[in-house]
């Protein structure tokens, strides 16, 4: 058998002979040991800042990098939390285990103290790499506090809160998604038995999609269209229980299954559910805004908006949990890799070069370190704005909700729409070990390709954040008052860049202009075309549906020039950390030059920015690439990821990337189970051989 | 346990009678059944063209056609090809079946009289997909018959053809992919043995890729760099054997094994290998270009310039066997989905509307539909220039080798890059949906992403096309001849787009004009850069590098320009066939005038195009895709992808979606194996509840 010869005595010896050997000559040292590659080495010794006081910064103070590193100490002591074999692993193995960690994190939360609301939990999602399962547990808990009464979240929470229960939120339809209003499921309230008949009556209102439904969950809040005597009063949420407790079998009436494999979040048991005349009491109607009286008189009470700001905070939630620090690592990865991987020759008498030395893989890599930071530091300016609308909203003043709704919905989509593209161009910029799976790029670009899709499609946001704009633009016109994030599209602009030369486009107030210019005509286009169809007799909708492409596009500008403005805000605020400032001020430059540099035509359309001045954005983002290049390696180590956590070949501290390589590859199923084939398909074939060689 | 009781018989009543009610109800059929979706079989019946016609056309022509449907017949009347379970399969079980589809396709391809140079040899793969093992070993047995003697192909060739043999090609190394001159695999020869002597002598020296290795192959040919007398002779091809033949045991100093996971291409068992003293026979050199008599003289024999000839068919091959297949399934795919999804209202007393309908996602799925045409019409070109290149470098003239290497580097780079990026368009257009391997799409986008990597990584191929291109421009400077691809650079720049209406923008001339006006002016800026950084005294190289995102940009738009131009000559070859001429010039506008749309920049930068022209693409673009909408169906099918080469629950022939998803999702693995999941943690949590509840 290959495999038991493989491993046999004799081949082991080489084996080990030559690792020795290679291992004296300083190209392969055993796992553990803490030395470092050279050439990674020499990038660390140059850095222009501090890496530790910017790790601080990043994660909101020194105090809050000690706790974290607190936390990511345990959970990487605790065996029962590994990744290791994450990638080797089938979906059953991986869903496996996201439950086990997610036992044993409830387990370990409660010995050392750390609460559900405490600093620390973040810090043990982003040591885990979001490799946890009940994350829609946590929504079907959401949703209870939000739309139940005080009897509902009394009788339901302190049960979901101890795992005795595990929730799924079954909203997403086979055939519905972004159209809620569409849903087919139906409850109909029977007054006799005083109880509501689920039902699945198509197979497009299958629910399909929700997590922790697949295998886990015993009990849903159910979104269905409601019937009271014959008449649809809308949708609305219902707590059911689709499993036993005693043996976790479907309840009758119930089909409930997985949905299988999908791009990544294997981990998470996606499902689907069908209902054949499931009988619940009335008490099983989240029932906070509204009611149905014994007697089936529906009643409202008090407005329901306030829910939105649950879609919004979750929005807001997987950006800073899951997107972002998704985008650091591949960044991390890919850079580390580049300074490591050393390919064909720069100057034909020396060894061969660093690949980050190339300008090409510069212009690859280091825009996305910059779009790193900018995301980053979007955190301060959506949480302020959050806040403040959520004291107002928790006091019945909605006003902000429409803004604060444009405003996440849009960022929501420009950072799920970059991290994912960056974590692609990561993936690449690695060449042939970016695509294979050790090198985790290929985990974190699907697990990012998702984010476009869930917590609401990003075409759908950019046209709700348009919505918005559209509205505002109107108001600026007709003299209304305008929402803080859009006060900019009532500025007057200049008409013409002001700059004369290439230096001129770092100064923030320069390349600030052109965005807030590029934004203001995207929407002014847009929205002039919008009102001469409706002016030339197309119907309302009509006329929007031909404007969305164009909408899209001025809904983005939007997002980047708040983004660009927050990333200089950001700069100034650290005037008392001179070299930090400096860094970071270079990449705030990067990424606002990179945009126009990959966006000439939105500046050069209305001449607001020559070819001239074209061609000194184009000198300056060329430059800054060269110069933040020799920090790259001290910018992605800032983030301070552990190994555990990037669980990347590549991407490691220590920078041993074929040793990794070799070694992850000795673990995979692929060399310990021997196949079939040889013995059904090859061998029979080889021996025919045997006589003729 | 769970899966016994939702398979238990109650269960299973509930489930066939609901499935029952849905099918009389309309929604929900049986397996098998050829009805279609209503909302499909509507799009089909306002074809404005013969789809039959336009297959035919695509397959270059009726016999053609035929011939595939037979083979294609033949393939999925055969279970053993089967890749139904694909999705569902780990690593270790797709390497198998792709082992047995490769064996039963060499019996099968004997039984039918199909010959390895015959034409249904390509129909065979797109009928499969590509999911076949020993694609490496073709290239093995590529590299004997290019680089070795005539007795040394009469000795291997034999047995390679019979599978006798299983050879894999042994040249990219963990250190080294693209810059062949530095790998460090040796090749010592000792003239008292008159054998060679291979070893690794690093960890980065180690094999590392090649396909068909990792569990498959017997022989392999190795690149290693060839010793004499302590001096060395560069890079040369030895074969050896790794696998015993008896018992497919490695040979004594080798180790061999599996690199593991990967994003896509878990069938084929791509390598890694190690070589310790291994002696082979003087003759195992593949000697045709050079030889080491038995007194270790190096003799060079004739021009290896030929062996380009092997990399530009391989690239060739791959594009039209692999790539655009691949794009042209995602497309139908998307489209086919995007007819029968219906999601809110366009108006709102309406029904959902299909989401074709949206402005939106025909932006996002029609210029792809007029790629995938762009892309399958350039087969033509390139092979017209192949085999015009191939009969004179027959003929010892190389004359056209660098304009035929740069052409078929850039055109591989351009269309790896668009159709990956265009697949993942469509993955995301199909929502969550889309997000299922069920789908097939992210199947499509990962293999497609390997593709910018593999046979020359994108970058460094637009730079060698880039290298050719300047080297043209000087050629123009000087007066010397230019070669075919390149004779624009030479013709005289209007300065300014003629066009004065939207309409104007239909017209080829004008579109085409834009494009070369483009590809010449960038060209032309990074030329000048790079004459102006050595002139002021810039070494070569680093000259070089600091233009090279430049250099890029405009190879690029070169390789836009000869697609765009090449539709356009197609377009005009159609003159015999009016309806599809006309449709067909709809999609060659489309491409154009989104490419336009889509790097407004370029066209804006010298004035050549004025913002006002800008408008008008913009609204010849937007309403082409409302034109071309309504064929967008016929325009998919007649791709004529049979429903098992497409192998998704979305893209089928019928299009009932939700039913084979939910179908197709019973098979899933998560869904017939119990998880300990329950039984190790969840079941105990539950069991505190019990008495709660």
């Known amino acids: 058998m290959p495999l038991s010869l493989l491993m046999a005595a004799k081949e082991k010896g080489f084996q080990q002979s030559q690792m020795a050997q290679w291992n004296r000559s300083g190209y392969f040292r055993s796992s553990g040991s803490r030395d470092v590659n050279p050439d990674l080495e020499t990038e660390r010794q140059t850095a222009s800042f501090s890496v530790e006081r910017l790790t601080a910064i990043l994660d909101g103070g020194a105090d809050n990098t000690r706790t974290r590193r607190a936390v990511e100490a345990v959970i990487h002591s605790e065996p029962g939390f590994s990744r290791e074999n994450q990638y080797f692993q089938s979906q059953n193995e991986r869903y496996e285990a996201a439950v086990r960690r997610s036992v044993y994190l409830k387990e370990k939360m409660h010995q050392m103290g750390w609460t ?85 009556p198509k197979i497009s209102a299958m629910k399909w999609w929700p997590g922790d439904l697949g295998r886990s969950a015993t009990h849903a809040v159910v979104f269905a269209q409601l019937y009271i005597k014959g008449k649809c009063y809308g949708l609305h949420a219902f707590i059911l229980q689709i499993r036993s407790l005693r043996d976790h079998s479907p309840a009758p009436g119930v089909i409930v299954g997985d ?40 009643v409202k009470r008090g407005s329901d908006k306030i829910n939105y700001l649950t879609m919004i905070m979750t929005r807001i939630h997987i950006l800073w949990i899951e997107v972002i620090p998704t985008l650091l690592k591949a960044c991390t990865i890919a850079t580390r890799y580049s300074v490591v991987r050393r390919q064909s020759k720069l100057n034909p008498g020396d060894p061969e070069a660093k690949i980050l030395d190339y300008q090409t893989q510069q212009q690859k890599l280091l825009p996305l370190l910059a779009t790193a930071y900018a995301f980053h530091f979007m955190n301060a300016y959506v949480n302020e704005f959050y806040n403040k609308g959520y004291t107002e909203i928790r006091q019945e003043n909605f006003d902000s909700l429409p803004e604060l709704h444009a405003l996440t919905a849009g960022i929501k989509a420009i950072i799920t729409e970059y991290c994912t593209a960056g ?24 697990k990012l390709a998702a984010s476009c899709t869930y917590e609401g499609e990003n075409t759908v946001l950019f046209l709700q954040t348009a919505r918005f704009l559209v509205k505002c633009l109107a108001a600026v016109h007709s003299g209304q008052p305008i929402p803080p994030s859009a006060t900019y599209l009532s500025s007057v602009d200049s008409g013409k860049c002001q700059a004369r030369t290439s230096v001129d486009f770092l100064k923030p107030d320069i390349y600030a202009e052109a965005y807030r210019h590029r934004a203001t005509r995207l929407l002014g286009n847009a929205a002039t075309k919008l009102q001469g169809l409706v002016q030339s007799g197309a119907e309302q909708h009509e006329a929007w549906n031909q404007c969305t492409v164009q909408l899209v596009q001025a809904a983005k500008a939007h997002c980047h020039y708040i983004v660009v403005k927050n990333f200089i805000d950001t700069v100034e605020k650290l005037r008392n950390e001179a070299e930090i400032q400096k860094i970071v001020k270079h990449l705030c430059d990067l990424f606002a030059l990179h945009g126009i540099f990959s966006n000439t035509g939105d500046f050069l359309y209305a001449g607001y920015i020559s070819g001239d001045q074209i061609d000194m954005v184009t000198a300056s983002y060329l430059d800054l690439l060269a110069v933040i290049r020799n920090d790259a390696v001290p910018l992605v180590d800032a983030f301070d990821f552990t190994d555990e956590s990037l669980n990347s070949a590549l ?38 051989a045997l006589s003729k060689l």
Chains 1, 2 share one sequence.
């Open 116 to 200: 559900e609301d405490g600093p620390e939990i973040k810090y043990c999602y982003r040591a885990l790499g979001g490799d946890l399962a009940f994350n829609v547990h946590r929504v079907f808990k959401n949703s209870i506090l939000a739309l139940g009464t005080d009897e509902q979240i009394a009788k339901w929470i302190p049960l979901a809160d101890k795992y005795h229960i595990i929730g799924t939120y079954a909203q997403t339809e086979l055939g519905h998604g972004t159209f809620l209003r569409g849903l087919e499921t139906t409850a109909i309230f029977d007054i006799s038995t005083q109880e509501f008949t689920l039902n699945t």
């Open 651 to 688: 991407g490691s501290y220590d920078g041993h990337v074929y040793q990794r390589l070799y070694e992850w590859a000795q673990k995979s199923p692929t060399n310990k189970q021997v196949s079939q084939a040889y013995a059904r398909y090859l061998k029979p074939l080889f021996q025919s």
């Open 259 to 298: 949905i299988g494999p999908k791009m990544n979040f294997e981990h998470i048991d996606n499902g689907y559910l069908m209902l054949q005349n499931i009988n619940i009491p009335r008490e099983n109607m989240l029932s906070r805004f509204s009611q149905v009286l014994p007697d089936g008189t529906y």
């Open 423 to 446: 974590a692609e161009v990561c993936l690449r910029a690695c060449g042939g070990h970016g695509y294979s799976a050790l090198s985790g790029l290929p985990f974190l670009y699907t």
